[in-house]
């Protein structure tokens, strides 16, 4: 499956633990595409969606439209989480470059990366 970082996908959640997202819902792939790609690599980086409103860097918004997402939404940076690719149930769209910039950033801030 080619999956480039960006994409939106609908992802089985469930079982989860405490705050953790949960259900079916709309997840950003950020890992590697070649990662996500080989079928070596059973597991791939998501950042879950939500539709409700955060504020700061780790909750970037996300536009409706060519993503697949259908409302005004907004990346769960904090919730960053490595799923089964098994999970994937739908593959949607791709977030807009500046979105996918912001989620990067994002990453760069909760995971300590220097820029």
């Known amino acids: 499956m080619k999956l480039e970082r960006g994409t939106v996908l ?3 959640l469930d079982p989860t633990v405490g705050h ?3 259900g079916v819902r709309p997840c950003i792939a950020v890992s ?6 080989d079928q070596r690599f059973p597991l791939i980086a998501v950042v879950p969606v ?6 700061g860097s780790l909750y970037p ?3 409706p439209g ?4 259908t409302k005004l939404s907004y990346a769960l940076i904090d919730h960053l989480r490595s799923i089964d690719k098994r999970r994937i149930r ?3 769209g791709c977030v807009a470059p500046g979105e996918l910039a912001a989620v990067d950033q994002g990453l760069q801030l909760f995971l300590g990366l220097d820029a």
């Not at 590697?32 to 790609?37: F, G, K, L, Q, Y």
Request: net charge negative; proline share 11%.
């Open 10 to 12: 609908l992802v089985e």
């Open 50 to 55: 939500t539709g409700t409103p955060g504020q």
């Open 32 to 37: 590697d595409p070649a990662v996500n790609t």
């Open 66 to 69: 060519k993503s697949g997402l």
């Open 90 to 92: 739908r593959v949607f």
């Open 20 to 22: 953790e997202p949960r």
């Open 61 to 63: 918004e996300l536009s």
